[in-house]
């Protein structure tokens, strides 16, 4: 279905974990296989894919979570995304325009008090125990894979321009190659700071002052006062029904809202006779798509900004079938205007949908799972390392809009419009599925297309990660070469602008649950290096 040769499920029945790195699910294997639970897990797999993966995502990154305790059967979701400088001025870039990497784009990374506070609240390691894997592969090595290689390798221009960056990431001058053991001594020193000392370390020790100085030295904003008034937030997921399956995703400011609206625009029209990837069903989808984001691109900013009543909106049913009456079944329509009285159209800024992200998902004999996300956004985000200590800066500040009509709009404090969605699908108010799939704009995209293939056209959870995916570019329709060539002309034929561009259609890790077995089972995506594992 998308020119990858078909993986078999993993099947456990004690423990599972799927990452985008083989390393980091081996590592994540090894604290389930000696008794720690689910968030243990998924803690130390997030941390040593800081390590095995950085162009991808890293402790100067933010986090987001979903997770279920099995001892009261409560949901919990976590936002550990970081807010802007408090002297971020958007006076000093409307000359210039937002900056897609550099030090001004850089805003307080979130993902290492997110792992502290899993871990206090709900896992059973000391943090120090937990990052021990990461620690031994960025001291000892640890062999580059080709995905990452590749992904290196498209990043040496950003990285040369930062002294630290080159100093800490390219050997030579240059990235390292697939199969070449790479070896992260500052940031092995970092992270045995960390495993010391703890939180704290990051937000109010030497490794703050070491980051507020490499930013200051730069011309940057982020100061030691910006990372030590970092807090993040246990939050309220929200939810909807697709097809009986209770869904659950991340509010504002992240995307978690497009995934839902999608998912309800789809959900009554989809119809499996007619097979997966159908022109119908495809043009439905990619319609769909494109209303959601013409909301998102409206509305999802820092929670502050965003009413509740919004969302709430924007997630109904009732909205849902007011926006099917815009589209028409045998055409593309030109546009899609926001759909809320008095917005107008626009589009916040630019998002990357090539996948600089890393998901991850866990379960435990105990019945505990978690979904969890982490990323840099961009391919080493903004390409600055700070000083000595091998953690590169976030770009995430590059998603923030000059529009000062916008509820994105820069401002100091602010966190900005996010598109990192862990999800979790349950049945009888248990999970059924923990599933996301990485890459930027893909993130909505695939969620609604990895669901559909499991609940409606009956994948299993590694076909559901493998089949082929359509994606809305922003301009064009995207088509994986196992879409069908009758959709493609379809599409076509009903006005589709289609765009042939091999990439970007992200990387999904999934697990599926049997709340009467107690068996779980594994996928993940043949896009990226990783694997599942269980035992």
């Known amino acids: 279905m998308t020119g990858f040769e078909g993986s078999p499920v993993v099947s456990a029945a004690n423990g599972l974990i799927a990452t985008s790195h083989p390393l980091a699910s081996k590592a994540g294997l090894g604290v389930l296989k000696a008794g720690g639970n689910?968030?243990?897990?998924?803690?130390?797999?997030?941390?040593?894919?800081?390590v095995v993966e950085p162009t991808m995502t890293g402790l100067g990154g933010d986090l987001f979570a979903l997770l279920f305790r099995a001892s009261d059967r409560t949901i919990h979701a976590l936002n550990a995304s970081g807010r802007s400088p408090r002297s971020a001025s958007l006076d000093e870039l409307s000359s210039q325009g937002m900056p897609a990497s550099g030090v001004l784009s850089v805003s307080v990374p979130g993902a290492v008090d997110g792992w502290h506070l899993l871990l206090r609240d709900?896992?059973?390691?000391?943090?120090?125990?937990?990052?021990?894997?990461?620690?031994?592969?960025?001291?000892?090595?640890?062999?580059?894979?080709?995905?990452?290689?590749?992904?290196?390798?498209?990043?040496?221009?950003?990285?040369?321009?930062?002294?630290?960056?080159?100093?800490?990431?390219?050997?030579?001058?240059?990235?390292?190659?697939?199969?070449?053991?790479?070896?992260?001594?500052?940031?092995?020193?970092?992270?045995?700071?960390?495993?010391?000392?703890g939180r704290d370390e990051f937000y109010h020790g030497d490794t703050a002052t070491k980051i507020a100085q490499a930013v200051s030295q730069l011309g940057g904003w982020l100061?030691?006062?910006?990372?030590?008034?970092?807090?993040?937030?246990?939050?309220?997921?929200?939810?909807?029904?697709?097809?009986?399956?209770?869904?659950?995703?991340?509010?504002?400011n992240t995307q978690g809202v497009t995934a839902i609206e999608i998912l309800n625009l789809i959900e009554r029209d989809i119809d499996p006779g007619q097979g997966h990837n159908s022109p119908?069903?495809?043009?439905?989808?990619?319609?769909?798509?494109?209303?959601?984001?013409?909301?998102?691109?409206?509305?999802?900013?820092?929670?502050?900004?965003?009413?509740?009543?919004?969302?709430?909106?924007?997630?109904?049913?009732?909205?849902?079938?007011?926006?099917?009456r815009d589209i028409d079944p045998l055409r593309a329509a030109e546009g899609y205007r926001a759909g809320l009285p008095g917005t107008q159209p626009r589009r916040s800024t630019a998002v990357d949908g090539s996948g600089d992200t890393v998901y991850l998902t866990a379960a435990d004999q105990n019945g505990n799972v978690i979904s969890l996300i982490q990323s840099l956004y961009g391919a080493f985000g903004s390409g600055v390392v700070a000083g000595d200590t091998g953690i590169v800066l976030q770009n995430r500040g590059a998603l923030f809009s000059l529009d000062r009509a916008h509820p994105n709009c820069l401002a100091p404090r602010k966190r900005p419009f996010h598109t990192l969605i862990p999800a979790m699908v349950l049945r009888d108010g248990v999970p059924w599925l923990s599933y996301g799939?990485?890459?930027?704009?893909?993130?909505?995209?695939?969620?609604?297309?990895?669901?559909?293939?499991?609940?409606?056209?009956?994948?299993?959870?590694?076909?559901?990660?493998?089949?082929?995916?359509?994606?809305?570019?922003?301009?064009?329709?995207?088509?994986?070469?196992?879409?069908?060539?009758?959709?493609?002309?379809?599409?076509?034929?009903?006005?589709?602008?289609?765009?042939?561009?091999?990439?970007?259609?992200g990387g999904y890790q999934g697990i599926v649950l049997d709340s009467t077995t107690g068996t779980m089972q594994g996928g993940s995506d043949p896009r990226k290096d990783g694997c599942a594992m269980g035992y």
């Open 38 to 50: 689910a968030v243990d897990a998924a803690v130390t797999a997030a941390a040593t894919l800081c």
């Open 122 to 197: 709900h896992g059973t390691l000391p943090l120090g125990q937990a990052l021990a894997p990461a620690i031994n592969y960025a001291r000892s090595g640890f062999e580059v894979t080709p995905v990452v290689a590749s992904q290196w390798r498209d990043s040496e221009e950003l990285l040369l321009e930062n002294a630290a960056a080159s100093s800490a990431f390219l050997v030579d001058g240059r990235a390292p190659r697939s199969g070449e053991v790479f070896s992260n001594p500052r940031l092995s020193a970092t992270l045995e700071r960390l495993a010391r000392l």
């Open 280 to 324: 119908r069903h495809c043009h439905l989808l990619a319609e769909a798509i494109r209303i959601a984001f013409a909301d998102r691109d409206a509305y999802v900013a820092d929670p502050s900004m965003v009413p509740v009543d919004v969302i709430d909106t924007l997630i109904s049913k009732e909205y849902a079938r007011s926006r099917l």
């Open 223 to 252: 100061d030691e006062a910006d990372l030590a008034a970092h807090t993040s937030d246990w939050v309220t997921p929200l939810r909807t029904i697709f097809r009986g399956h209770e869904v659950l995703e991340l509010p504002p």
């Open 437 to 505: 799939v990485m890459g930027g704009d893909m993130q909505a995209q695939g969620h609604a297309q990895v669901l559909s293939n499991l609940v409606v056209f009956g994948m299993n959870v590694q076909e559901a990660g493998e089949a082929a995916r359509i994606r809305w570019t922003g301009d064009a329709l995207a088509l994986e070469s196992g879409v069908p060539t009758r959709t493609r002309d379809a599409l076509a034929r009903r006005g589709h602008q289609l765009t042939d561009e091999p990439i970007g259609f």
